[in-house]
């Protein structure tokens, strides 16, 4: 399928083709090789930093409000 069907396509074929090619992807053991080893190196320190309790965590809601914020001050 190109970009040009892809683009012609409603908005709900679009997004049943996004979530078919991301289960398809998840379930592909070549995926594992494809995530970059710095990706594990980032969650692990930020693991490690929640049970320091030097982070704190926040709900997508509360995540979303502040990232809207911060976006419409610039």
């Given at each position: 399928m190109t970009q040009l069907e892809i683009a012609k396509l409603p908005i709900e074929e679009k997004l049943q083709l996004m979530e078919s090619l991301w289960?398809?992807?998840?379930?592909?053991?070549?995926?594992?090789t494809a995530i970059p080893a710095w990706h594990a190196d980032v969650l692990a320190d930020r693991q490690a930093r929640l049970d320091a309790r030097?982070?704190?965590?926040?709900d997508w809601e509360e995540?979303?409000?502040?990232?809207?914020e911060q976006t419409e001050s610039r």
């Open positions: 289960d398809a992807l998840c379930h592909d053991p070549l995926m594992e030097e982070e704190s965590i926040s995540a979303k409000k502040r990232i809207r």
